[in-house]
């Protein structure tokens, strides 16, 4: 049972665009969701994350929305850049216990 | 801040080996945990460690691997008998306060023959 699932394995976009990077999560204890990104080579790295209690965080041109009610997420990158081309990892965890649980990743190509 | 330090980068082993492998966590973080991240399953939690005790290691096969701690400044992974199917990149992370926001190191790539 995948308690995190991330809908796409790979997105392409052009430079310039908006890639959207969906998720979704079934336990309703999660509570914080933070999203990683990965290089080749190199260990995740935290990009973003949101609280439960909010539907929007942004940071630059990385914007997270989140619904609860629908137990879903996604993670949208404005104005793509190749430098952006990594696999981008949904999280979910639960404040009250330890684990971070991941889903499978998403591999984004941004195109020249 | 080095960051999360793992060694090796790479291991090949042939099968029927031993791998260890070295986690040295951020300093002043008390907690460790490990991760295998394969293509097919992503990234899979193994174990835990706080204040250098194991926790959790619910994610361990159980006749093969084993995972100390001995000191606040590393952990080790160890594989006895290593078999093709424990090829992978295993990862060592130490989590801020927040458990959920977790420092990854790079990685050591495992390849078993």
């Known amino acids: 049972q995948q308690q995190v699932r991330q809908s796409s394995q790979s997105l392409t976009v052009w430079e310039g665009e908006t890639a959207i990077l969906n998720c979704s999560y079934e336990?309703?204890?999660?509570?914080?969701f933070p999203w990683y990104q990965q290089f080749p080579g190199e260990g995740p790295a935290l990009l973003i994350a949101i609280r439960s209690v909010s539907d929007k965080k942004e940071d630059g041109r990385f914007t997270i929305f989140f619904n609860k009610r629908e137990k879903n997420l996604s993670l949208h990158i404005k104005d793509s850049q190749p430098g952006d081309s990594a696999t981008y990892f949904c999280?979910?965890?639960?404040?009250?216990?330890?684990?971070?649980?991941f889903g499978k990743g998403t591999h984004l190509h941004v195109l020249p | 801040n080095a960051g999360v330090i793992q060694t090796p980068r790479h291991k090949v082993t042939g099968k029927g080996q031993e791998a260890t492998l070295w986690c040295e966590p951020i300093s002043g973080h008390s907690a460790v945990f490990w991760y295998r991240q394969t293509i097919v399953q992503g990234l899979e939690f193994l174990t835990y460690f706080r204040n250098q005790a194991p926790i959790d290691d619910s994610g361990m096969p159980k006749e093969r691997f084993s995972a100390q701690m001995p000191n606040q400044s590393h952990s080790t992974l160890k594989i006895q008998s290593t078999q093709p199917q424990d090829s992978a990149v295993y990862l060592c992370?130490?989590?801020?306060?927040?458990?959920?926001?977790?420092?990854f190191g790079p990685g050591t790539r495992l390849t078993v023959l």
């Open positions: 999280a979910a965890s639960d404040t009250n216990a330890y684990k971070v649980i």
């Open positions: 336990n309703s204890a999660f509570d914080y």
């Open positions: 992370a130490s989590p801020s306060d927040n458990y959920a926001e977790q420092f």
